[in-house]
Structures are given as C-alpha cells and as structure tokens.
T-cell receptor, first 114, second 108 residues
C-alpha cells in the first residue's frame, strides 16, 4: 500500500514557467489538501477538496489552482511561478472532510523558483 | 485569522520529560491535533483532543483546556529518535491551522 505519493520530489524552476505538482492517494479518502511549509511559518493551507468534483480556497490560494477529477488525484498548478513560491509543498488526505480525523501527508515536493 | 503559538525550540536530555505548550485563539474550535515531523520528512499524526482533559498514548500524552485555549504535548522517557519538530494544529471551521512548530533536540 503506497498511501499518498507526490511527484516530483524536488524541482528547480525558472520564474514565469508553469508547473504542476502531482498528488495521488490510494486510501479512497474523500478529502485532500495542499499545504506549503516555509521556515518559521509552519504549514499553510493553499487549496482543499472535500470530495471529487469540488475544491475550495485555503489561507494562501493566490497563484495556485487545483482540480479534483477523481477521488485519487489532486494536482496543484502554478500558472506562472514566482520566487516567493519557493517552498516545500505537502499534499494530505483524510477520510473526514470535517477535519475530525487525522490527515495523512505525502513525502513533499521541494520547489525552488529562480 | 487564526493565532496559534508554540515555542520555537526546546532541548532535553535522553530519558527526561519535555512539555510543549500550545496556545490558540481561533474562530470556531473543532479539536486540536499534534503532529511529529522529522527533518526532511512528512508530518505524522500523534494525538487528537476534542474534549478537555488528558489523552495518553504510550510515552506521549496530550492535554486540552478549551476554556483557556491551551494544550500541551508531554513526551516522557525521551529517546534520541524523538528529536523532531512537533506541530500543534487546530481544527477551526473544519480546516486545520498549524502553529509554526517546536523543534525538540534530545541530547545524550
């Protein structure tokens, strides 16, 4: 059982380029989340999806978009990357969209925008 | 917005006890989580409190006081492998808001 996977593991990207971070889970969880983690700021929610076909904005959604075409996949797209989007990105999933159960995190993607 | 505070760093000796405090001010409260995160790795779930009181799970315990907006994570019989960051997260409006994390260093 893989749990939750992310790709790529790391990426260096030129500013202005488009980039999609991939996230796949095999736990059949309804809810999925994208966070960014920056030193001293902790994890901040970018976008979330409570179930396939629906998405919502988190605390820091600007410059990012998501889609949820099916239960397993939740890609995060940076349409035109900027240096301030340099961060570690974590995808997470939970079987409870209400947030009462634990979230399972993927291994993360380390993104550097130059 | 949410305001979740926890100390930045703590150091303790192997075999000792360490208590990590977390205070929060949030709009709505639906429970508090503690996660452990080793350097370069993903966060992993440790505990969840939704009612006041102490939850014990092996060497780790977590306490919650909703009226005081306060929680702590207690790590007993510290081991070297407990060196990690510990993240306090509040379920507010059905989404998690995280504190910046407390880095615990265990020394021999």
């Amino acid at each position: 059982i893989a749990g939750i996977t992310q790709a790529p593991t790391s990426q260096i990207l030129a500013a202005g380029r488009r980039m999609t971070l991939r996230c796949t889970q095999d736990m059949r969880h309804n809810a999925m989340y994208w966070y960014r983690q920056d030193l001293g700021l902790g994890l901040r929610l970018i976008h979330y999806s409570n179930t396939a076909g629906t998405t919502g904005k988190g605390e820091v959604p600007d410059g990012y978009s998501v889609s949820r075409a099916n239960t397993d996949d939740f890609p995060l797209t940076l349409a035109s990357a900027v240096p301030s989007q340099t961060s570690v990105y974590f995808c997470a999933s939970s079987n409870d969209p209400g947030g009462y159960n634990e979230q399972f995190f993927g291994p993360g993607t380390r993104l550097t925008v130059l | 917005g949410q305001n979740i505070d926890q100390p930045t760093e703590m150091t303790a000796t192997e075999g000792a006890i360490v208590q990590i405090n977390c205070t929060y001010q949030t709009s709505g409260f639906n429970g508090l989580f503690w996660y452990q995160q080793h350097a370069g790795e993903a966060p992993t779930f440790l505990s969840y409190n939704v009612l006041d009181g102490l939850e014990e799970k092996g060497r780790f315990s977590s306490f919650l006081s909703r009226s005081k907006g306060y929680s702590y994570l207690l790590l007993k019989e510290l081991q070297m492998k407990d060196s990690a960051s510990y993240l306090c997260a509040v379920n507010s409006d059905y989404k998690l808001s995280f504190g910046a994390g407390t880095t615990v260093t265990v020394r021999a």
